[in-house]
């Protein structure tokens, strides 16, 4: 595009820079004669402007309120941080801390969205998905508007660093979760949890996900996206009841991916990086 609107200066350009003389451009001036075509342009012009600060202000809400990769549901407030796993016992034998086993945790994290990660020394397959859902999303779409489908996690990540989205009943302080990476799941056969794994109270407490984002991201799109989500794909899931004391201690008790009961201590760690932190932040969690 440059070069074509440069085209009509190509030799005085040409004159100035390479043979180093003075060099004059020309440009014709549109005359518009004629009311009607006056009043066309000024009509144009007016739906150019009005397009680009309706469309300016529509990206602002994307960016503040539903952002692109990142989730937009806000997690339990109470769980946000980073926390060392201090204890892991699984069918109440406690497994020691090594960086080389693949089932007790290493580190584990509780976004102020509604993921918790953590990490262990298991493999699993690459995901090549994007972001903000990609193509192998189970809604079929190339940009997803369920949290459950993005990947802002574990897009480009190879190693033992797990993202689940989970569902929080803040009732009854239970975290039903479900593997983000889907090729986790691929191993699977069936489902060791039941199709009912969450009960009707359950949701009943946890409401309606597609509307507990911030009402000003409401859209009809968001609700095709929920409404196209493939509910027979077998992901790992477990089910987690969590209590906290001002959130600088956590204890995770339930089942995991086999079903297998697991008591997790979570202690909060006050993590430095290096760079300070971005004044940009996408996303609004203070909504509950």
Known sequence: MGLFL???DINPIYQLLIKEKQAVTYHDTLVVKG???KYSSIALKSLIAIYTVVFGYLFYL????DPYKQPSIPGVKALYGIYNVTEFRLNGEEIPYSPLDTVRWQIATFERWNTLTFKTAKEFPF???GGGGGPKSSS???HSSVDLEKAYEIAGVVGGRQAFHYYADTVDQVLYLQDKN???SLKNTRDVYPEDWISPAAWAHIGDENHRAHPRVWSTRRDRDFAKINKNIIQ???VLKYSTTNGEKVILTGTNERLDSVYIVLDRVDRKFALSKGSFDAGYYKYE
């Open 6 to 8: 440069l085209s009509k």
């Open 35 to 37: 009311n009607w075509l």
């Open 62 to 65: 994307n960016f503040r309120y």
């Open 127 to 129: 995901t090549i998905r």
């Open 140 to 142: 079929g779409t190339s």
């Open 182 to 184: 889907y090729t986790n």
């Open 236 to 238: 790992d899931k477990l």
